[in-house]
Structure formats: structure tokens, C-alpha cells
């Protein structure tokens, strides 16, 4: 546990009663706090007594708080959740994880199944990780929403999914969930011949008994890199099955639409590419709650670019290169033409990056590296400045996943890079703000 203060807002409750980073919060209310969820559970009271160890001297400080109930303390700790992350307990055979090449950083090969990360950053778990006292906490605080990785309701087949032979009471534990009034986010890794076809279609069903606590559900294809032997021989999608999977869910899609408005089940935008059809159209997507699963970042992207093509500068001049990977390159390269046809002085080029690094299978642009994008780009003519997606980084950084920095691409390249958001909403902004003025 580690509740050391690591930053304080200036002017928030915490700097007026004159703690530093490096104090210790010890307890809130009489009560140990254990991590960030007790934290923010005991913080939200009007009054608070709050006891603190001093960095300076060792003192304990006991402090009485009259706030509003949702005012912040305002710190930050060392540690997000004010505890080591819980590492997943699974060997799932559809796991990307496992499909790494050796000499990546650390951090990269850490599988995190932590109830706290899920409702703090989004992050999907499994919930065998979980005792029954976990859940119960989970209910008790009303954590949520939180976001589970499902893939079958069938308890046999998730046993095998996922190597754990305690991962088959996924409905037990959905339900008790539901039952304490959790949301839920669900996802779906879809593997070819295991979970997909028939056995899609009862897992949909029996998470919908669950709903409106099954708030959606995300169906994502499995990803299979080069790095596999050794591990469960995994087919991947192509354009025949995954047309074939779009078209077994429409049924339920429209039934669900009939009966909630809305398809409950989402495919991702991968599926609509390799299948070569066009994706449904904004109504679909509500209110693109599964972006972060790439569910409806097509969809959105051509939205953002029309609505901002009438702020882009008449008058300004520049040539860039906009850099994408497979899935995404028809898409990146009309938005590219969009913007060139509403100023010509305006050239941008699309290049579109192969994956060498974990193989072409893998198409999409968040999982492109420094290297792949240096060999792309190297022998071919550049504009003055390269635009990238910032889903190719890590978060709030500059580096790439095979640690290449921006930085480093700049220096090979001699050019400057443009780091632009996934959904296209500041790109013509971008571009305003790095073009010259005739």
C-alpha cells in the first residue's frame, strides 16, 4: 500500500491545510485505507477526519474537513491505485500479450486483472481475480461502471479460453453484479471455430437477461501476430468470415433495436474493413460509448472531419504526411483528399505502414511501431511535417511500443512530427496551426 502524497493542487482543500508531498495519509474517518477505492469512498462525506504523517518529522496531524460531498482533497499519490496492480491469473490463448517478441520494455508483458484499473482507466477484466469478498466490495462502494472481458458464457468453453478451470461461473458472477446494481461493459474477443458463430449468438442472449446492467456489449476480432508457436493454433479473420460474422448478428441487432433502441451488441470497425463494407451509420453507435474498443472511429472520424473542413484556413499553404496503417488508410486517405479539395495550396499525402514487427495480420495503426514507420517512410517523398494518430504512443508520452521515440523518428527523418487524436476532431486545427500564410 502507498497512500504518500505525491503532488499538491495549489489553492485546493489540501494546500490550505498545509500538506506537502511525501506525507502520508494514514486513515480517513478511524478507518485504514487500503487503496484508491477506499479512498475515494471515505472522501465523499461533508465532513471527513482525515490523519496524516508528516514527511518533515514523523508527526501525525489529525485533520477535520467540512466540504462538499464530492469536493476533492486535491493530491495525487504515488501509486494511481495506491497498491500494486493485480496481475491476471488466466493464460488465455487468444492473449496478445502472449504474442510479443522478446527485448520489449517491462511493462509491456505485465497482464493486469484489477477491479480498481477497470473503474479508474477502462481497463476490461476477467473476474476471476476476484474473491467473493472483492465483489461484495465492489457492490458495496457501487463501483461502477466497470468493464468485463467475457468472451463466452458458456462456463466449459471459457474454462478453455481461458486456461482457468474457475473461469466458468462468469454468469453466477454476472449476475450477483447486476443483482448490487453494477453497470457493465462486456467484451468479446472473437476467435474463429471457438466462440464465434452459434455460440456468439448465446452468449449475446445471455448477457441481454442481464440488461440495462449489461449496459453494451464490444465484439472484437482476436489479433495473431507472427509470435505464436507454441501457443493454440489460432485461425484469424478474413474478408469471407468476417462478413459472415457481421451478417449472423444482424438478427439480434435489429431485435435488440425493436425492443431498446440500440443493437446492444457492436461490431468493431476491423470487421467492417476486412469485410470491405461500409459501417453502420451514427444512430448505430449511440453515443460512441465503445470508441476506445474501435467501435464506431470510422463513423466518427468522417464526422469530425466534415464538420471542421469549413474552419480549415483558405489562405494557407503547407504540404504534410499523414501516416496510418491498413485498416484505417482508405478512410485516412479520403478525409486527406477532403482537406486538399477545400485548399489546394494545402498537399497532403497518406502513406499507408505495413506491420513487419508483429506481422501484416495485424492492420491496425495503434499497434505500428517507430521501426516500421522509419523503413515506410524513409525512401519516400515527405511533406514539411509527418501526422501521426496518438494511439501509436504510450500514454502521455512520446514513445512507440518498441521504445522508438518521436523524437528518434524526427532525427532519422529530418522532419517534424505531428502527434493528432484517433477521432479526427483537431486535425484541420493541426493543420491550421502549421501551415504558412500567403
Not at 517478441?101 to 481497463?123: A, H
Not at 472511429?297 to 494557407?316: A, D, H, T
Request: aromatic share 10%; glycine share 6%.
Amino acid at each position: 500500500m502507498s497512500t504518500v502524497i505525491s503532488k499538491i493542487y495549489k489553492d485546493s482543500i489540501a494546500y490550505e491545510l498545509g500538506l506537502e508531498a511525501g506525507d502520508k495519509i494514514l486513515k480517513i474517518n478511524n478507518k485504514e485505507v487500503r487503496d484508491i477505492i477506499d479512498y475515494r469512498f471515505l472522501m465523499c462525506d461533508e465532513y471527513v477526519l482525515i490523519e496524516v504523517e508528516k514527511k518533515s518529522d514523523g508527526e501525525i496531524w489529525e485533520l477535520e474537513i467540512e466540504k462538499d460531498y464530492d469536493e476533492k482533497l486535491g493530491v495525487e499519490f504515488h501509486e494511481a491505485i495506491m497498491d500494486e496492480a493485480k496481475s491476471c491469473r488466466n493464460n488465455c490463448i487468444f492473449c496478445f500479450i502472449d504474442q510479443l517478441p522478446k527485448g520489449m520494455r517491462d511493462s509491456l508483458y505485465f497482464k493486469d486483472d484489477d477491479s480498481r484499473l477497470s473503474f479508474l482507466q477502462g481497463n476490461f477484466i476477467t473476474l476471476t481475480n476476484l474473491t467473493d469478498e472483492d465483489l461484495d466490495r465492489i457492490i458495496k462502494y457501487k463501483i461502477s461502471p466497470i468493464n468485463v472481458s467475457v468472451h463466452t458464457t458458456d462456463g466449459k468453453l471459457r474454462s478453455k479460453m481461458l486456461n482457468n478451470r474457475f473461469a466458468d461461473n462468469i454468469m453466477e458472477r454476472l449476475k450477483k453484479l447486476a443483482d448490487g446494481g453494477i453497470k457493465m461493459n462486456c467484451q468479446i474477443v472473437l476467435c474463429p471455430k471457438v466462440n464465434n458463430g452459434k455460440e456468439l449468438q448465446k452468449t449475446v442472449l445471455d448477457l441481454y437477461s442481464f440488461y440495462p446492467y449489461v449496459e453494451n456489449i464490444a465484439g472484437v476480432p482476436v489479433g495473431v501476430t507472427k509470435f505464436r508457436d507454441g501457443l493454440f493454433d489460432m485461425e484469424p479473420y478474413n474478408e469471407y468470415t468476417a462478413l459472415e460474422e457481421i451478417n449472423q448478428i444482424k438478427n439480434l441487432q435489429e431485435k435488440f433495436m425493436k425492443e431498446i433502441n440500440s443493437p446492444f451488441i457492436r461490431l468493431s470497425d476491423e470487421f467492417y474493413v476486412m469485410a470491405k463494407i461500409d459501417v453502420p451509420d451514427m444512430k448505430f453507435y449511440g453515443k460512441f460509448e465503445q470508441l476506445e474498443d474501435g467501435i464506431g472511429m470510422i463513423r466518427i472520424f468522417r464526422y469530425n472531419i466534415e464538420n471542421s473542413l469549413k474552419m480549415l484556413n483558405k489562405y494557407g499553404k503547407g504540404s504534410f504526411t499523414m501516416v496510418t496503417g491498413v485498416s484505417a488508410y482508405n478512410e485516412i486517405e479520403t478525409a486527406a483528399k477532403l482537406i486538399s479539395e477545400e485548399n489546394e495550396n494545402i498537399k497532403i499525402n497518406t502513406i499507408k505502414v505495413l506491420n513487419k514487427y508483429f506481422g501484416e495480420t495485424i492492420t491496425v495503426a495503434g499497434l505500428l511501431t517507430g521501426t516500421d514507420i522509419i523503413e515506410a517512410l524513409k525512401t519516400e517523398k515527405l511533406g514539411e511535417f509527418i501526422i501521426i494518430p496518438k494511439n501509436m504512443l504510450k500514454a502521455d508520452s512520446e514513445i512507440f511500443l518498441d521504445d522508438i521515440t518521436v523524437s528518434d523518428i524526427e532525427k532519422e527523418l529530418d522532419k517534424k512530427i505531428l502527434v493528432c487524436d484517433y477521432t479526427g476532431e483537431d486535425l484541420v486545427q493541426l493543420i491550421n496551426s502549421n501551415v504558412r500564410e500567403e
